[in-house]
Structure formats: C-alpha cells, structure tokens
C-alpha cells in the first residue's frame, strides 16, 4: 500500500532529473520558501510555473534555483520585436534581388525592392515569360506617379532603354510626360480633333513594314469595329474591307494610299478572277456589306478631320530617347483614343523592325483602350512579334471587371509577368485581383485598405508583396506638380 509519504518522494525523485522534471505534475512548495503566503494570509503551498514569473528567470523550483539549476547561465538583455527581427532571416530576406531599377520598399521586411521587367526577361535564368506589365488601382490611389517614376524616367537611365507613352493625362492643356520628353531635345507627338495637331495615316506603309498587308487589314478591321461602338463586322463585310484593300494598294502608283482612297472601293465589286463566279444576289449582299463599311469609315473621317485623313505627319519619330503620343486633348468619349492607340502601336512595329538597338518599354495610359476593347486584338496577335522587337508593354488602368472573361483582353492580363495593384476600394474589384493574379486568399482584404503609395507586387512565380513606393523630392515635384520637370535637374 502506497502512503502520502511514499508519493511525494517519488515524485521529488522526478522533479530532481532535469529531463523529467517535465512531465513530473507541480510540486508543493512551502510559501515561506517562494516568498510568499496563502489566501488566509497564513503559511501555506504555492505552485510556482515558468510563464508566471517576470523577466528571464524560467524557475520551476526556486530552491533549486538558489543551487544553480534551471536558472539562466546568464541575464539576458531587454530587447524590441523590431530588434529581433534579424534573427529570423527568412523573415527579413529582400523578396526580390537587387538587378533592374529600385521600386519601391518591402513594408515586412522594409527591405528594397528592385524590379525591371526586361532585365528579368533577359536575365539568366529567366525571371519572368512575359515582360509585360498591369498596373491596376483607384483614381489618386498612385498607380500613375508609380508608372512614371519605375516604368519611364528610371529605366531610362540604364544603357540602351527607351520609351513611348500614349499620354492621356492633362496638365495645362497639353500631356503630363510633355515637359520630360522636352528635356531629351524633342516634342511631345500632338494629337487633336480640330485639325491642328498631328495625323496618322491607316495605311501608313511603315504598318505594313511591322505587319504585311494582313496587319492593316486588320488594323482597318479593328477602326471599323472601334467606329461601331465594338460591333464586329460580318464577313461580307470583312471581305468587302479586304477587297477594297488589296484594290487601292495596286492603284497606289509608288505613293503611299491613305484612308479617304479606299473609301470609293468599298461597295465596288469588280469582275475579276474572284467574284466572276458570283451569283446575283451575292455580288449585290457584297455591294451592301462594303457601302456599309464605307458609310462608317465616312462618319469616321468627318468627325475628325486631320487626325486620319491624311499621311502620317513628318513629326511622328521614335528617333528620340523618350516619345509622347500626347493624346491628352481627344474627347474621352468617341473612338479617337482608342483609334489612335491602335494606329500608333502597329505603326511603332514597322519602325521598331528596323530599329533593334534599344529595349523599349511602351505605357498605355488609361490602358483599358487597349486591352478592354477590339484593339486587344491587335496586341494578342503581335505579342510574340513585339517580344521580338524587345517591347515591354506596360497597361495602367483602373480596374479589371469590366473586361469580359473570354476576350483577348483577359488573355493579355493573364500572360503579364509583372502585377502591380494598387487600391481597389470596391471589395468586387479587390477580389478579381485577388482571383486573376493568383494571390493568397488575405490578400484581397489588403488590397481593398492600401493607403496611399502603397501596392501589392508579383512578378514571375514569386509571392506577392506588399510595397511602398519610394520617390525623391525631384521625383515627387515630377509627379504631383503641373510643371513637372524642371531643365537642369538630374539625369
């Protein structure tokens, strides 16, 4: 038979061996010994637990303690959890390595962050398969200063970079990147509707450089489309374009053909190899469908005379280290910019053909034009031809979905490499961020309370991170301020 005695020094056996003092239940100290009494105020039994006691000291026994056991050999020094940090280097690790331009600084880590999409595109072994780029986010939420600073002026300061930017922003009548293209000796590419400014010619034989004859019939197809308020053309209707086409290129005698010459071969079809074996009705449904492209392309030329109704103006050069397709003035409404943007991209294939010396980084504000409506068309077919013109097209825009889930927009969106996301206050919008871009389920909750100049960043496979958007007092004057850039200043 057991006695009280018997239990209490088996279980005093255990509490002495270090190793299985832990599994050993709590010994009954006398309160005078731990220095202390019981609730009646009188001598009594405390239990004293490592977690109860303040500071270093974990003591299981304080008697024990006075000894030299289980006491800490030395006292340790009061320290911060922000001290501690590095002793967790998983934890303050930089997400990215320090190759491309400085974006911006890990909010965990308050490492740096370091990202270029060509040079990861380029690097060994390859970062990133697409050097395209979306950058998402609310009106002021400061997805524009992120574009001009990490994606236009700091590129340009590594050796064979340039840059072309389809600048719809306006400052004082005129493009907010004007002033920065002034500084590198050229003027900004002026686009208007009162036939002041710049034109651009459909048929420009620079797109048919870029693209053939298939590029812009398909551009011709994409205007059309844009004109109609998206409305895709019938095929009668894509057969009368290209017909009409391929009849003004052979009456262009050495000169280049612009739009107003296709106009009277639309509706007109002639007797040749292709249509002799045409049944009445079919030459007449081929007549209709081309006067109604016609009738489109006419109501087109007559809204914005001088913008498309001409040939491409001596100003339109890519020549210099930063180029503005200044596209601020076009109404908001209407095809203009869309149309522009179409036309200025293939046109910017045909002279990139011939000009590989640099890597080019193209930015689509208000991008949406591109990729949200038909002209996504255009891009999804030239992507590969622009990846080997080293393009890196970078997509600012405000929000995801309005873009439809099987358009070639989406397609676009899904093979961009490089995701920046700025604040999307609607939880709709933050969580088709989250879905698209594959981040961690959290993370949509985050999107939707960014502050200001802070961003969730992806690139290639890597996690998101969440940024904070670094600028100097230059670059802050650059972009908060209507003058922009001031001559003299660093470069």
């Known amino acids: 038979m057991t006695t009280p005695n018997d239990t209490n020094s088996s279980r005093s056996r255990l509490w002495a061996l270090p190793v299985l003092r832990r599994f050993a239940p709590p010994l009954e100290v006398p309160a005078a010994e731990a220095g202390g009494t019981d609730a009646a105020g009188s001598r009594g039994a405390v239990e004293i637990v490592p977690w109860a006691l303040p500071g270093t000291p974990l003591r299981t026994q304080a008697a024990a303690a006075r000894r030299g056991f289980y006491a800490p050999a030395l006292a340790g020094a009061p320290t911060t959890t922000r001290q501690a940090e590095i002793l967790n280097t998983a934890l303050i690790g930089p997400p990215t390595g320090t190759r491309g331009v400085v974006n911006g600084r890990d909010v965990l880590s308050r490492t740096t962050i370091s990202h270029d999409p060509v040079t990861a595109y380029n690097s060994e072994p390859r970062e990133v398969s697409s050097p395209n780029v979306i950058v998402m986010g609310d009106v002021g939420a400061g997805k524009s200063s992120h574009t001009k600073c990490n994606y236009v002026v700091r590129p340009l300061l590594l050796q064979g970079r340039r840059g072309v930017v389809f600048d719809k922003k306006d400052q004082n009548g005129e493009g907010e990147y004007s002033n920065v293209v002034r500084h590198y000796g050229f003027e900004p590419i002026r686009f208007t509707t009162d036939g002041t400014g710049t034109t651009l010619n459909l048929l420009d034989p620079m797109i048919a450089r870029g693209t053939g004859v298939k590029g812009q019939t398909r551009l011709l197809n994409i205007v059309t489309r844009i004109a109609r308020g998206d409305q895709p053309l019938s095929e009668w209707e894509e057969e009368a374009l290209r017909a009409?086409?391929?009849?003004?290129?052979?009456?262009?005698?050495?000169?280049?053909?612009?739009?107003?010459?296709?106009l009277p071969n639309l509706g007109l079809v002639v007797d040749d190899d292709d249509y002799r074996t045409l049944s009445a009705t079919a030459r007449d449904d081929l007549h209709k469908a081309g006067l109604s492209v016609k009738w489109t392309l006419n109501g087109l030329l007559d809204e914005y005379a001088g913008l498309l109704d001409g040939e491409t103006s001596s100003t339109v050069d890519l020549s210099g280290k930063l180029?503005?397709?200044?596209?601020s003035q076009?109404?908001?409404?209407?095809?203009?910019?869309?149309?522009?943007?179409?036309?200025?991209?293939?046109?910017?294939?045909?002279?990139l053909r011939s000009?590989?010396?640099?890597?080019?980084?193209?930015v689509y504000e208000e991008g949406w034009h591109m990729i949200g409506g038909p002209s996504a068309q255009l891009i999804k077919a030239n992507q590969k031809l622009s990846r080997g013109l080293g393009i890196s097209n970078v997509f600012v825009m405000h929000?995801?979905?309005?873009?439809?889930?099987?358009?070639?927009?989406?397609?676009?969106?899904?093979?961009?490499?490089?995701?920046?996301?700025?604040?999307?206050s609607r939880p709709e919008d933050a969580l088709w961020c989250q879905q698209t871009f594959g981040f961690a389920p959290e993370t949509a909750r985050t999107i939707e309370t960014l502050a200001d100049g802070h961003y969730i960043f992806k690139f290639g496979s890597h996690p998101e991170a969440h940024v904070e958007h670094i600028r100097s007092e230059w670059e802050r004057q650059l972009t908060n301020t209507d003058e922009g850039l001031s001559v003299g200043t660093i470069f």
């Open 399 to 424: 929000k995801g979905t309005d873009i439809p889930k099987d358009s070639p927009g989406m397609a676009i969106i899904q093979e961009a490499q490089t995701v920046i996301v700025y604040r999307q």
């Open 323 to 327: 180029t503005s397709f200044d596209i």
């Open 330 to 351: 076009l109404p908001d409404d209407g095809p203009a910019v869309p149309v522009v943007m179409a036309i200025g991209n293939m046109w910017m294939l045909g002279r």
């Open 355 to 362: 000009e590989r010396t640099s890597a080019t980084t193209v």
């Open 244 to 262: 009409a086409l391929r009849r003004t290129v052979g009456q262009a005698h050495g000169r280049a053909p612009v739009l107003a010459d296709v």
